[in-house]
């Protein structure tokens, strides 16, 4: 049997009403044994009976954090590999087959991952990244692609545990957005190329479409933090998160007429990161 560690990172919400727990665990309760459950929620969540493991963490400690502590947990308990999983995913029927199929056929990678589409049709996942962010496509790469061509989501990122130790794991400062755009650039100092099943496509809901003001405002603070708390390691690197940055500040200004995205914008420290 192969040795798959489920990390599921849920917020604020009940363990079984998670997209990601419904959907890619139906039909296969059996694989509730491997499930690590990370909770960032302010008040802990019942988890399932018989899930292998359950954190409650009430300061939020984002998504590096929990993947970090996951995989020191898979390596203590002798798993093999790290399957990440966000509340927000919703997996086809079969899809714990398809990543044992794959693995299977495909022993010569470390790295296996789906493709997410939006409710539009629009690609999420695996898509070209510039500018220290990925770009929605109308199709994406399968089989086996190149870092350079293509970046993947964290949500359905099945990963190997000694690949992920040998990354370095996620930077946990970066804690939620920009997240699974540094460990690939970490990732891929080490390795060349993943693999991306044709054949299991999971649907995300993105965050991004929500139109209330003040969530809005306040999640666009959080982007604006883990972009501030993003490694540099030249100026090049410094020009890609300000110019990246600097594009939904100026929009969400325009639109919402309202200089408060700005003067966040100028106190993030952004512009003021030391290499």
Not at 57 to 85: F, I, M, Q, V
Not at 95 to 118: G, N
Not at 124 to 134: A, C, D, G
Not at 204 to 213: E, H, I, K, M, R
């Amino acid at each position: 049997m192969l040795s798959v560690l489920y990390i599921l990172v849920i917020y604020g919400r009940e363990v079984t009403e998670a997209e990601a727990m419904r959907t890619l665990f139906a039909g296969r309760e059996d694989q509730l044994q491997h499930l690590f459950i990370y909770d960032n929620s302010p008040f802990p969540h019942t988890p399932p009976q018989g899930v292998a493991h359950y954190v409650h963490d009430p300061s939020n400690g984002g998504l590096g954090r929990a993947y970090n502590t996951a995989c020191r947990y898979a390596e203590a308990e002798g798993y093999e590999w790290l399957l990440l999983l966000d509340q927000d995913t919703t997996f086809p029927p079969d899809a714990i087959d398809k990543y044992e199929s794959t693995i299977a056929a495909h022993p010569e990678t470390d790295m296996i991952a789906p493709r997410h589409m939006l409710n539009g049709g629009k690609y999420l996942s695996p898509t070209h990244y510039r500018m220290k962010t990925s770009h929605l496509q109308n199709s994406t790469p399968t089989g086996t692609v190149a870092f350079k061509d293509a970046c993947p989501i964290n949500s359905g990122l099945l990963v190997s545990v000694k690949s992920f130790i040998k990354a370095g794991g996620y930077d946990e400062p970066v804690w939620l957005d920009f997240s699974d755009i540094r460990f690939i650039e970490k990732y891929r100092k080490h390795y060349n190329t993943f693999y991306v099943m044709p054949d299991l496509i999971c649907r995300q809901n993105y965050s991004g479409l929500d139109t209330d003001a003040e969530k809005v405002f306040r999640r666009f603070c959080i982007y604006l933090q883990c972009a501030a708390a993003y490694p540099r390691d030249s100026w090049a690197d410094t020009f890609a998160l300000t110019v990246t940055t600097l594009r939904p500040t100026i929009s969400h200004t325009i639109r919402q007429r309202t200089l408060r995205y700005l003067k966040a914008y100028f106190k993030s420290g952004i512009l003021h990161h030391k290499l």
